[in-house]
T-cell receptor, first 115, second 112 residues
Framework: DSGVTQTPKHLITATGQRVTLRCSPR?????VYWYQQSLDQGLQFLIQ???????AKGNILERFSAQQFPDLHSELNLSSLELGDSALYFCASSVVSGGLTGELFFGEGSRLTVL | GESVGLHLPTLSVQEGDNSIINCAYSNSASDYFIWYKQESGKGPQFIIDIRSNMDKRQGQRVTVLLNKTVKHLSLQIAATQPGDSAVYFC???????????FGTGTSLTVIP
């Protein structure tokens, strides 16, 4: 158990819909990352938050948005869903100490299926 | 953008043999490197890490080698076991950005 909690584990929805994925980082970790993993693909970095503020943005579509709340949990919002958005979405958290990034701890992922 | 790639998408080894998984990265400013193991249906799990001020680091049955000259990273698994079967990813970060970039992954299959 990594200590990172993601909900829901599975989600099936239709094209054009909107979903919200939720992540609770490990206790004490201020940094949250979102990654997308499509079938047989690597992990594509979407976005990173640190202590409530956006720190870095990767290949995140404009239809997607995220935020980190004061209690440090994070949500990834996916809207106007397309078939190609079907993927595993991982949340990870890490501690940043002395300016150095520590290892990422991953949740078990949310599997999104768009029909 | 960042480019982290793996030389081989699949690798099969006999149980008990040593495994070597390779990874190339393109950002010379990369400061911190991690190897992750991902089993089917699970999130990636940390295996071992190395910072750019080192060229070798050993863990339990695993060794990571870093060659900054050619921007190459390798993971060596000693006495590979069936439980080592998984997809292995390398990840790197130019620490200043704190964002990690992952390679495509190498699927390791251990043959009993």
């Amino acid at each position: 158990d990594s200590g990172v909690t993601q909900t829901p584990k599975h989600l099936i929805t239709a094209t054009g819909q909107r979903v919200t994925l939720r992540c609770s980082p490990r206790s004490g970790d201020l940094s949250v990352y979102w990654y997308q993993q499509s079938l047989d693909q690597g992990l594509q970095f979407l976005i990173q938050y640190y202590n409530g503020e956006e720190r870095a943005k990767g290949n995140i579509l404009e239809r997607f948005s995220a935020q980190q709340f004061p209690d440090l949990h994070s949500e990834l919002n996916l809207s106007s869903l397309e078939l190609g958005d079907s993927a595993l979405y991982f949340c990870a958290s890490s501690v940043v100490s002395g300016g150095l990034t520590g290892e990422l701890f991953f949740g078990e992922g949310s599997r999104l299926t768009v029909l | 953008g960042e480019s982290v790639g793996l030389h081989l998408p699949t690798l099969s080894v006999q149980e008990g043999d040593n495994s070597i998984i390779n990874c190339a990265y393109s950002n010379s400013a990369s400061d911190y490197f991690i190897w992750y193991k991902q089993e089917s249906g699970k999130g990636p799990q940390f295996i071992i890490d190395i910072r750019s001020n080192m060229d070798k680091r050993q863990g339990q049955r695993v060794t990571v080698l870093l060659n900054k000259t050619v921007k190459h990273l390798s993971l060596q698994i000693a006495a590979t076991q069936p439980g080592d079967s998984a997809v292995y990813f390398c990840a790197e970060t130019p620490n200043t950005g704190n964002q990690f970039y992952f390679g495509t992954g190498t699927s390791l299959t251990v043959i009993p």
